[in-house]
C-alpha cells in the first residue's frame, strides 16, 4: 500500500486547513486510515482515524476541531481541520492499517503498517 499525503501548508491561528491521503495499490488492506502527527522534538501522536465502516475516532486534542472522513470508491481520506493553534504545529502522517481490533490497535501507530511522507502543517500566532 503507497500513501500519498497533500495539503499542509501555512495558516493563521483559527484559521483551517484540509489534509488529503489517497491509497493505492492494496487498498484492501486500508481498514483503517487516519492521522497521526510529529511536532519538532516531540513524540508522534495519534489525531484521527476512521475505518472502512466509518466509524470515526478523534484525540481528545483534536476533538470537535477536526473532522475526518472517507471516500473508500476513491480510496482516500480527508482531514479538515479547523479553528487551528499554534500547538496543532506538526508533520502531519498519513497511515492505514489492516487491524480490526479496538482498544490500542486504533491509537497505537505500531498498529499500522503503512506510513505515508508528512506534510507539514505550521499554524501562526
Known amino acids: 500500500v503507497q500513501l500519498q499525503a497533500s495539503g499542509g501548508g501555512l495558516v493563521q491561528a483559527g484559521g483551517s486547513l484540509r489534509l488529503a491521503c489517497k491509497a493505492s495499490?492494496?487498498?484492501?488492506?486500508?481498514?483503517?486510515l487516519g492521522w497521526f502527527r510529529q511536532a519538532t522534538g516531540a513524540e508522534r501522536e495519534f489525531v484521527a482515524v476512521i475505518e472502512w465502516s466509518g466509524g470515526t475516532y478523534y484525540s481528545d486534542s483534536v476533538k470537535g476541531r477536526f473532522t475526518i472522513s472517507r471516500d473508500n470508491a476513491k480510496n482516500t481520506v480527508h482531514l479538515v481541520m479547523n479553528s487551528l493553534k499554534p500547538e496543532d504545529t506538526a508533520v502531519y502522517y498519513c497511515a492505514a492499517s489492516s487491524f480490526r481490533t479496538s482498544g490500542v490497535y486504533v491509537y497505537t501507530g505500531g498498529y499500522y503498517e503503512y506510513w505515508g511522507l508528512g506534510t507539514l502543517v505550521t499554524v501562526s500566532s
Open positions: 495499490g492494496r487498498t484492501g488492506s486500508t481498514y483503517r
